[in-house]
T-cell receptor, first 111, second 113 residues
C-alpha cells in the first residue's frame, strides 16, 4: 500500500517563497507528480520527479529524495493567483502506474 | 488539454435512485479513471480502465460500477444512490506511460438527498 502525507493548510504573503512538503511510504515507487487545483476547478499538472534532485519550471520547483521518501514543491515570488490546493501523487512500480494522491495542501496567499 | 468532457456537471437526486455519470475524451488515451473528492479526503480512486472492456477497482469501489464500451467513453453508475455518495466526481485520462500526467475533466457535483 501507499501512505502519503502533506500539511493540510499553509499561509504565505504575496511575493514570498513557500515550500510544501510531501512524505510517502510505498511498497514500490516509480515517480511523483504535483498538481495544482483552484477552488471549484479540475487539478492541473505542475511537475514530475523520478530521479533525486530539483526540477525547476519558472517560479515553481519540485524536489525529490527517493531514499528519504520525501518531496517538496517550492513556489517563489508568490502571487495571489497561487492560492489553491497542491496535490502530491505517487506512482508505484510493477507496470501499472496508477497514482495515489495525498489529501492536498491548501495554500492561502495574503496581500 | 486532453479534451475531457463530463456530463452532467451538476445533479441533484434522491436516495435509492440510479445515477450514471459520463466521461468522454477526444485524445485516444488508453487509461481512464473515476475519482471522488471530499473535504479531508483528497482524491480517491473509485474505478479505472486500461482499455475497452478492461476495468479494475480502486480504493472506494463499493456501491459503484463502471463500463467502457468505446475508447472515448467511461461511464460511472451508482446503482442505488446513498447520501454518502454526495461528492464531486472527477474523470481523468492518461496514456498509461509512467512519466505522463493525468488530465482531468471539470468535475460533476452530485448531491443525493
Amino acid at each position: 500500500g501507499q501512505n502519503i502525507d502533506q500539511p493540510t493548510e499553509m499561509t504565505a504573503t504575496e511575493g514570498a517563497i513557500v515550500q510544501i512538503n510531501c512524505t510517502y511510504q510505498t511498497s514500490g515507487f516509480n515517480g511523483l507528480f504535483w498538481y495544482q487545483q483552484h477552488a471549484g476547478e479540475a487539478p492541473t499538472f505542475l511537475s514530475y520527479n523520478v530521479l533525486d534532485g530539483l526540477e525547476e519550471k519558472g517560479r515553481f520547483s519540485s524536489f525529490l529524495s527517493r531514499s528519504k521518501g520525501y518531496s517538496y514543491l517550492l513556489l517563489k515570488e508568490l502571487q495571489m493567483k497561487d492560492s489553491a490546493s497542491y496535490l502530491c501523487a505517487v506512482t508505484g512500480s510493477g507496470g501499472s502506474y496508477i497514482p495515489t494522491f495525498g489529501r492536498g495542501t491548501s495554500l492561502i496567499v495574503h496581500p | 488539454d486532453a479534451g475531457i468532457t463530463q456530463s452532467p456537471r451538476h445533479k441533484v437526486t434522491e436516495t435509492g435512485t440510479p445515477v450514471t455519470l459520463r466521461c468522454h475524451q477526444t485524445e485516444n488515451h488508453r487509461y481512464m479513471y473515476w475519482y471522488r473528492q471530499d473535504p479531508g479526503h483528497g482524491l480517491r480512486l473509485i474505478h479505472y480502465s486500461y482499455g475497452v472492456k478492461d476495468t479494475d477497482k480502486g480504493e472506494v469501489s463499493d456501491g459503484y460500477s463502471v463500463s467502457r464500451s468505446k475508447t472515448e467513453d467511461f461511464l460511472l453508475t451508482l446503482e442505488s444512490a446513498t447520501s454518502s455518495q454526495t461528492s464531486v466526481y472527477f474523470c481523468a485520462t492518461s496514456t498509461g506511460d509512467s512519466n505522463q500526467p493525468q488530465h482531468f475533466g471539470d468535475g460533476t457535483r452530485l448531491s443525493i438527498l
